[in-house]
């Protein structure tokens, strides 16, 4: 067994790398008493059991998926793990990474390279968005919401000079 | 609906290798840009997406060729018919949410409207033939993007519910008869270099059911970072492998064990004439034997097309569909004999 660099007397019981300003590293073996002494509080974890460790893990990555939520849909990560099925298209921005190497240990690739779509809005896109405006409007004159009918009927006739064209 | 004779033309059993390629399939997952997958879309988005494809449907001129239909409208038998005919998916028909199909007249073309994604559809032809599927289904497919849009983004491709779909969408596959390869024991083998190559292998009604009459599904698994061309080559050259193994392996079965394979043959052709009672699995497994007896030239009194359509009609729900009448056990399977024998002994 190594000695404590630091005070030399001491079994060490960890290894600590140091970094300087200049990004040279120097490792260090400590002792426990020295570990304390310099507040490298770790050296009481290092007793968890692997299984501990593992879970104590699980559990971070788990916090992680609930939080990770889709702005587009409401969709958290944790959601989609358990569903398997994505909430929307914007999805697959919102959970950035995680999706992004599930995808690459499905696929074995992340990049498409097949067809791709037109730009442009389409016809039945407008005409359903002219009825989901009407559905709106319905709805807000029978919860007599005025100035949200007001503003939705502007955004009607908007949208019915598109599906003029 | 539909009626349950014609079949679709897709049973002909024309095209190329179609004594051992049934048929050939590409199908498409598509989602309307703008609108939330199915299991965020509310009851009223799911309408919309029912009532635009519709509509874009009608406009492009494709509804006049075939029927829309609402599952509200269908029963579960109906549901079930169109499952045996391979026009939906098990999930479609167990589904209690808002959905559409469309069918094509000669059932070439089905679509799917909120299954696992807004749209489901696929091109199914006879015989060994992905040019022809490939050029129905792009063209279904350019009609509807110019009308409705797509989930699409250039890293990603066409965005699909499941990452399992996403980039290209497709799924190519073919629906082969290997009666040979089994029989010489040689199809483990066959199957799992297919899966080592990136392919899925399935019984003929898809997932998680087994293999009746030694019939498999062939389709690539990957669908993201390969073109579309270079998907379906490399589903047509693996499918062209499988067609040679298979014709080995007849081959040698007709030169060393002549005898057995006419038994065999010859057996299953007699109890098709001559049953009284037969349930389905036993008349696809006769009527599967009988197909292989056909494409050696030991049987030649009844054509490939009449076995291949056969092997769809004979199902529950189909024979009930032909005969006009709800059926139960026994008589349905008394029933079922009668139609065989008359369709083969005539």
Same mark, same amino acid.
């Given at each position: 067994?190594?000695?404590?660099?630091?005070?030399?007397?001491?079994?060490?019981?960890?290894?600590?790398?140091?970094?300087?300003?200049?990004?040279?590293?120097?490792?260090?073996?400590?002792?426990?008493?020295?570990?304390?002494?310099?507040?490298?509080?770790?050296?009481?974890?290092?007793?968890?059991?692997?299984?501990?460790?593992?879970?104590?893990?699980?559990?971070?990555?788990?916090?992680?998926?609930?939080?990770?939520?889709?702005?587009?849909?409401?969709?958290?990560?944790?959601?989609?793990?358990?569903?398997?099925?994505?909430?929307?298209?914007?999805?697959?921005?919102?959970?950035?990474?995680?999706?992004?190497?599930?995808?690459?240990?499905?696929?074995?690739?992340?990049?498409?390279?097949?067809?791709?779509?037109?730009?442009?809005?389409?016809?039945?896109?407008?005409?359903?968005?002219?009825?989901?405006?009407?559905?709106?409007?319905?709805?807000?004159?029978?919860?007599?919401?005025?100035?949200?009918?007001?503003?939705?009927?502007?955004?009607?006739?908007?949208?019915?000079?598109?599906?003029?064209? | 609906?539909?009626?349950?004779?014609?079949?679709?033309?897709?049973?002909?059993?024309?095209?190329?290798?179609?004594?051992?390629?049934?048929?050939?399939?590409?199908?498409?997952?598509?989602?309307?840009?703008?609108?939330?997958?199915?299991?965020?879309?509310?009851?009223?988005?799911? $309408?919309?997406?029912? /009532?635009? @494809?519709?509509?874009? !449907?009608?406009?492009? +001129?494709?509804?006049?060729? &075939?029927? *829309?239909?609402?599952?509200?409208?269908?029963?579960?038998?109906?549901?079930?018919?169109?499952?045996?005919?391979?026009?939906?998916?098990?999930?479609?028909?167990?589904?209690?949410?808002?959905?559409?199909?469309?069918?094509?007249?000669?059932?070439?073309?089905?679509?799917?409207?909120?299954?696992?994604?807004?749209?489901?559809?696929?091109?199914?032809?006879?015989?060994?033939?992905?040019?022809?599927?490939?050029?129905?289904?792009?063209?279904?497919?350019?009609?509807?993007?110019?009308?409705?849009?797509?989930?699409?983004?250039?890293?990603?491709?066409?965005?699909?519910?499941?990452?399992?779909?996403?980039?290209?969408?497709?799924?190519?596959?073919?629906?082969?008869?290997?009666?040979?390869?089994?029989?010489?024991?040689?199809?483990?083998?066959?199957?799992?270099? $297919?899966?080592?190559? /990136?392919? @899925?292998?399935?019984? !003929?009604?898809?997932? +998680?059911?087994?293999?009746? &009459?030694? *019939?498999?599904?062939?389709?690539?698994?990957?669908?993201?970072?390969?073109?579309?061309?270079?998907?379906?080559?490399?589903?047509?050259?693996?499918?062209?492998?499988?067609?040679?193994?298979?014709?080995?392996?007849?081959?040698?079965?007709?030169?060393?064990?002549?005898?057995?394979?006419?038994?065999?043959?010859?057996?299953?052709?007699?109890?098709?004439?001559?049953?009284?009672?037969?349930?389905?699995?036993?008349?696809?497994?006769?009527?599967?034997?009988?197909?292989?007896?056909?494409?050696?030239?030991?049987?030649?009194?009844?054509?490939?097309?009449?076995?291949?359509?056969?092997?769809?009609?004979?199902?529950?729900?189909?024979?009930?569909?032909?005969?006009?009448?709800?059926?139960?056990?026994?008589?349905?399977?008394?029933?079922?004999?009668?139609?065989?024998?008359?369709?083969?002994?005539?």
């Amino acid at each position: 067994m190594k000695k404590c660099d630091l005070c030399g007397k001491n079994e060490a019981v960890m290894k600590v790398r140091q970094v300087d300003k200049d990004g040279n590293v120097t490792e260090l073996n400590i002792c426990a008493e020295c570990a304390h002494k310099r507040g490298f509080s770790e050296v009481e974890k290092i007793n968890m059991s692997v299984a501990e460790v593992l879970a104590e893990m699980k559990k971070k990555v788990a916090e992680e998926d609930r939080y990770l939520v889709c702005p587009g849909c409401g969709m958290s990560f944790a959601e989609f793990k358990r569903l398997g099925r994505l909430g929307c298209a914007e999805c697959y921005t919102s959970f950035g990474p995680r999706l992004e190497s599930l995808i690459r240990r499905i696929q074995g690739a992340v990049q498409h390279i097949g067809k791709t779509t037109k730009v442009g809005r389409k016809k039945a896109q407008v005409r359903m968005n002219v009825q989901r405006l009407n559905e709106e409007l319905k709805n807000a004159i029978q919860a007599e919401d005025y100035e949200k009918a007001a503003k939705l009927r502007d955004q009607l006739k908007q949208a019915g000079k598109h599906a003029g064209r | 609906m539909l009626a349950a004779n014609p079949v679709g033309k897709w049973l002909a059993a024309t095209g190329m290798e179609s004594d051992i390629v049934i048929s050939t399939r590409v199908r498409l997952a598509r989602n309307l840009v703008d609108v939330p997958f199915i299991v965020k879309a509310s009851a009223s988005d799911q $309408a919309r997406v029912v /009532d635009t @494809v519709r509509w874009a !449907l009608q406009d492009s +001129g494709y509804l006049k060729r &075939g029927k *829309f239909i609402d599952n509200e409208q269908l029963t579960e038998e109906q549901g079930q018919f169109l499952l045996e005919r391979h026009l939906v998916s098990p999930d479609f028909i167990e589904a209690k949410t808002k959905r559409g199909l469309y069918v094509s007249r000669d059932e070439t073309i089905s679509l799917m409207v909120n299954e696992e994604d807004h749209l489901r559809f696929h091109a199914l032809v006879s015989g060994f033939d992905f040019p022809s599927a490939f050029d129905v289904v792009s063209k279904l497919d350019e009609r509807l993007e110019s009308q409705v849009g797509y989930a699409f983004s250039s890293k990603f491709g066409f965005l699909t519910a499941c990452p399992t779909n996403v980039g290209t969408g497709m799924r190519a596959s073919v629906l082969v008869h290997l009666p040979g390869l089994v029989l010489t024991k040689e199809i483990e083998k066959v199957l799992r270099g $297919a899966v080592h190559i /990136d392919l @899925v292998v399935r019984g !003929l009604y898809g997932e +998680g059911t087994e293999t009746k &009459g030694n *019939f498999f599904q062939i389709s690539n698994q990957k669908t993201l970072g390969r073109s579309e061309s270079e998907i379906l080559e490399t589903v047509t050259d693996s499918t062209r492998q499988i067609v040679d193994y298979e014709h080995k392996a007849r081959e040698y079965l007709i030169k060393n064990l002549r005898v057995e394979i006419e038994d065999k043959v010859f057996r299953s052709f007699a109890l098709l004439k001559s049953a009284r009672i037969l349930s389905s699995d036993e008349a696809i497994n006769l009527l599967a034997t009988v197909r292989l007896g056909v494409s050696l030239g030991i049987i030649n009194q009844v054509n490939l097309s009449r076995v291949s359509k056969l092997l769809i009609l004979v199902l529950p729900e189909n024979l009930q569909a032909m005969l006009g009448e709800r059926l139960k056990l026994p008589e349905r399977d008394e029933r079922r004999a009668t139609f065989v024998r008359e369709s083969l002994v005539r």
